[in-house]
């Protein structure tokens, strides 16, 4: 198949499908990070290029949740993340996969057809991500790749996922704990502080996903 991964540098999903045999490119405003097919400009340039498939991540930062105290101040900006999304959307291509985190397209447009963790798929990380799909069907998990998080208390200690906390904690004497991945801090917040390539990063597709989307989709 030929298929177009848009608004996407990393390189990580493209070239699990080209891996599988398929004609694969990436495209963003931003040069590839690895080696390999892709269009650094703007998607409508080629989005209508006969493509059989599209999975696009559409910028996130006006739409998610985590920004929605900006919302207010930023109206136009939300206005043209929406529009942008929306056009994805109502490409006539027969495979599209439009991935964005939780956030307010649920009720703008329609809310997605399944939320996926990177854990559900193999890879130590929390990070929900709505996928709204047209002519592909809902990623299977196998509860084979499942990676379980970590078990930390409120007084930050830290015990395996099966630890018995029906005692409270070996060290405070608390009787709960919560689960969390690698890239999550005590809170439950992401760890990545501020940096120049933080969204970038944020942004990146997990190996897992990415392989099964070639797997199941190719």
């Known amino acids: 198949m030929k298929i177009l991964i848009a608004c996407e540098r990393s390189g990580v999903l493209r070239d699990a499908f080209i891996a599988r045999g398929h004609d694969a490119i990436s495209c963003d405003l931003q ?19 006969n493509f059989d498939m599209m999975i696009a991540h559409p910028p996130c930062t006006r739409l998610c949740v985590s920004g929605a105290r900006w919302f207010k101040d930023k109206r136009v900006e939300q206005k043209n993340a929406a529009g942008f999304f929306l056009q994805l959307v109502y490409r006539k291509i027969k495979k599209i996969c439009i991935e964005n985190p939780v956030g307010i397209m649920s009720t ?8 996926i963790q990177p ?22 998990i196998e509860p084979a790749r ?57 942004a990146k597709t997990y190996q897992g996903i990415a392989s099964s989307m070639a797997l199941q989709w190719g």
């Open 31 to 49: 040069p590839t990070a690895i080696p390999g097919p892709h269009y650094q400009g703007d998607v409508f340039d080629i989005i209508d290029d």
């Open 108 to 115: 703008l447009y329609r809310k997605p057809d399944q939320y």
């Open 119 to 140: 854990y559900e798929f193999g890879d130590d990380a929390s990070k929900k991500t709505g996928l709204w799909l047209k002519g592909l069907p809902a990623l299977k």
């Open 146 to 202: 499942y990676v379980k998080p970590r078990m930390v208390c409120s007084c930050g200690e830290v015990y395996p996922y099966d630890q018995e906390f029906s005692k409270g904690c070996p060290k405070c004497g608390a009787g709960h704990a919560k689960p969390r991945w690698a890239n999550q801090c005590d809170s439950g917040q992401n760890k990545l502080g501020p940096s120049p390539d933080r969204a970038e990063i944020r």
